[in-house]
Every structure is written in C-alpha cells, then in structure tokens.
C-alpha cells in the first residue's frame, strides 16, 4: 500500500482526531483547502491526491528525484556539470498543473492562507536542511513588484517555515536592488545573465550563518544561484535552498 493510499484510507476514519491527527499531520503533507472534509488545514484528498510529491531518493544538488538511490550525498549529471553557489537542494513537490494551479493563486490571487500549507511541506521536504540551518531567508521581490502585489509569496512560506523550524527569520537579508524582467520563456543563459548581479545581502545580518533559502519554484537555478553568491559575498557560511516545486525539465517554461 503507498503512502497516498494509507492516508486516504485513514483520513475518513471518524475516530481519527486528536493526538492520532497531530502525530499524522507530523509525517504527512496535510491536507483539505478545497472545501473537502479536512484532516488539517490543507487540500482536499483528492487534490492532494493530484500533487507529485517528491520522495527519497533525490539529488542533493537541485532535489530532483532519483529513480534508484545512488548513495548518500550523489547528484545528477546536471549538478555535477554545473556546480552553483547553493550547495543543496530540497522540493516538496514536482511542478505540474497541480501544483501550478496552488502556487499562482498563492503568488497572484491572494490566496496566503496557502502559505501555511507549503510550509508544512517544506518542513517536511527540507527537514535535512533545516536540521543543518542557522536562518532562513525568502528570495526577495523587487520593492516596486512588492508595491503591486502586496506581498512576497516566498516570504509568506518562509515566515511560518521559520517558526515551526525555530529558526531565525531574516526578511530583509537580501534585497533585489534592480527590477528584473520576468524570468519566463527564456533560455537557462538568459535567466542566468537577467538576474546576474541583481541581488545584494546585509553582512550584518547574515555573515558566518548557514541560510536556507526559500522560493517557490525552481526553474533552472539562476535567480537562487544569483542569491546565493550574493549571500557568500555578504559572508553567509553556507546557502542551501528549499522550494515548493521543481520543474522538472530545464527547457525553457512561463511562470
Ligand atoms: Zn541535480
């Protein structure tokens, strides 16, 4: 039986409350945003039943899913060929329609009562890096975007994210100091050279801390790598990276 199998089997069980529901809602994605009966706040079954979570075994350089386990620590080819300035990866979820569908309306239909829920995927997902982090840091809108949409989908992930984790939370560590184009329809090159030098961090916040970084989706890598390095430079320890999908080609999409 898998693991969605076991949980939709137990989710409808009228005994299961209390205690039996916080132990589950530890090790499971929660579920029940969509109008469903719900074992915590969350997704319906069957729309969580719709999200391609992603399990052990992965890549530890961009969290893509191995078919096998290589081995503790191993990365993709894709890693291997091109190292970037975070050192590890974790992704709660692959992104496809289903989660595409979540993630706009967090980013574009004022939907932050999603936020919590990605969080708890990514406590979940990201545990390891947690485990090794000091802080955790969302990767910054530029003040101009954040104007017009009122808020930063990545910062409302990372907020909760930092409270369960107990962790620091540093909002303002990094600040994207010039508007970017979208990053969407252009190749892994252009992505790369359209946020190159776009972010600056506060050494006084970061400098000898471990942070984890939070999006919430990863597409090739270059706005994170681009955060990354502007971490290192403000003197971070160690950046790593936690997302709530990960795209799982790196030709070019729309976001
Ligand atoms: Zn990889």
């Known amino acids: 039986m898998s693991l969605q199998d076991g949980l939709s089997k137990r989710v409808w069980k009228p005994g299961l409350i209390g205690a039996g529901r916080r132990a589950l809602d530890l090790v499971l994605p929660p579920t029940a945003l969509d109008g469903g009966p719900a074992l915590s706040p969350g997704l319906h079954a069957e729309a969580w039943g719709r999200i391609a979570f992603i399990d052990d075994p992965v890549c530890d350089g961009c969290g893509s899913p191995f078919e096998f386990a290589p081995g503790f620590g191993e990365r993709c080819a894709g890693c291997m060929g091109r ?14 329609d289903a989660s595409r569908e979540l993630i706009l309306q967090l980013k574009h239909a004022d939907r932050t009562d999603l936020s919590g829920l990605f969080a708890k995927w990514l406590s979940r997902s990201a545990r390891e890096l947690i485990e090794e982090a000091d802080a955790i840091a ?8 954040l104007l017009r949409r009122r808020y930063n989908q990545a910062a409302e992930i990372a907020r909760p994210l930092a409270r369960m984790a107990e962790l620091e939370y540093l909002p303002d560590a990094l600040v994207r100091r010039r508007a970017t184009a979208s990053q969407g329809g252009r190749s892994a090159g252009g992505r790369r050279r359209n946020v190159q030098g776009a972010f600056v961090a506060d050494r006084r916040k970061v400098e000898g801390k471990r942070i984890l970084l939070i999006d919430d989706v990863l597409t090739t890598g270059a706005t994170a790598d681009a955060c990354a390095r502007a971490l290192k430079a403000a003197g971070a320890a160690c950046v790593t990276l936690a997302v ?11 976001i």
């Open 83 to 96: 190292p970037r300035a975070f050192e590890r990866t974790r992704a709660a979820c692959l992104y496809d």
């Open 138 to 145: 969302p990767v910054p809108l530029h003040r101009l975007r």
């Open 244 to 254: 709530v999908a990960k795209v799982k080609e790196t030709a070019p999409v729309t």
